[in-house]
């Protein structure tokens, strides 16, 4: 296991800064696939690498493990969390159950500025390309932030922050799958964009059923698609 990018200590000189900078850092790595599932997670290693001290990546490994994607054993230490094709298959279920909770209450309480960034979100992603690399399975990092951006808008009025702190925590966890799958085996030949048209247009005429069976199957689609592609490469035995 190779940690080559060091925490910046300018972001803050405070403890609490350090330990969140540190946290980013794994964190982002984690659901971007460069730490491969099971890894064992040597917090003396880790420590030197990113120039903190082990307290401070302890800290960070200790948060990670509560949002599921590090897992602490007794006696073994921290391990990249585990990934499986019934975890999948249930982190899909829930989040779509989620996912549709979040979409009734922001297509019935959004308002204009609400329905303006929908269509600003749906916008940038129809003119970002998917791909800057041909060779690469691995979608365009700007492809990715806009898909976000564009399933995160659709919710963006929903008032609930716990309904909307644990879609984010699906949210993540199933990036973490994707991209690890991604990264291993060749991307499938839906015609996303013509998904998301579907779904924006729903989205617009505040069609919330229709809407949830759209985004419903979507997620569904690429947790499948996961699942038949190559999947004895990345999930766990």
């Keep these: 296991m190779n940690f080559t990018k060091r925490v910046d200590m300018d972001?803050?000189?405070?403890?609490?800064?350090v330990i969140?900078?540190?946290?980013?850092a794994l964190r982002n790595r984690l659901v971007k696939g460069e730490l491969r599932p099971d890894t064992k997670l040597k917090i003396s290693d880790i420590s030197q690498a990113m120039g903190v001290s082990t307290g401070v990546v302890r800290e960070a490994l200790t948060r990670l493990g509560a949002e599921g994607l590090v897992s602490a054993t007794p006696q073994r230490g921290f391990r990249v969390a585990p990934m499986s094709a019934a975890e999948l298959q249930d982190i899909t279920r829930v989040r779509i159950e989620i996912?549709?909770?979040?979409?009734?209450?922001?297509?019935?309480?959004?308002?204009?500025?609400?329905?303006?960034?929908?269509?600003?979100?749906?916008?940038?992603?129809?003119?970002?390309?998917?791909?800057?690399d041909p060779t690469s399975?691995?979608?365009?990092?700007?492809?990715?932030?806009?898909?976000?951006?564009?399933?995160?808008c659709i919710v963006a009025a929903c008032d609930s922050p716990?309904?909307?702190?644990?879609?984010?925590?699906?949210?993540?966890?199933?990036?973490?799958?994707?991209?690890?799958?991604?990264?291993?085996?060749?991307?499938?030949?839906?015609?996303?964009?013509?998904?998301?048209?579907?779904?924006?247009?729903?989205?617009?005429?505040?069609?919330?059923?229709?809407?949830?069976?759209?985004?419903?199957?979507?997620?569904?689609?690429?947790?499948?698609?996961?699942?038949?592609?190559?999947?004895?490469?990345?999930?766990?035995?």
Excluded: N
């Design 99 to 132: 996912e549709a909770l979040c979409i009734r209450r922001s297509l019935e309480l959004g308002d204009i500025e609400w329905e303006a960034s929908v269509v600003g979100a749906y916008h940038r992603l129809q003119h970002t390309p998917d791909s800057v």
């Design 162 to 237: 716990w309904l909307l702190k644990l879609r984010d925590q699906l949210h993540v966890q199933s990036e973490r799958y994707r991209l690890i799958a991604a990264s291993l085996i060749r991307h499938d030949e839906r015609s996303l964009a013509m998904e998301h048209q579907a779904i924006f247009e729903a989205v617009a005429s505040r069609d919330a059923t229709k809407a949830i069976a759209l985004i419903s199957k979507h997620f569904s689609d690429t947790a499948q698609g996961l699942l038949e592609r190559g999947s004895e490469h990345w999930l766990s035995p």
């Design 20 to 24: 969140e900078a540190t946290y980013q």
């Design 137 to 152: 399975s691995l979608p365009a990092q700007s492809w990715t932030s806009a898909h976000t951006h564009f399933h995160d």
């Design 11 to 17: 972001v803050s000189k405070s403890p609490h800064g």
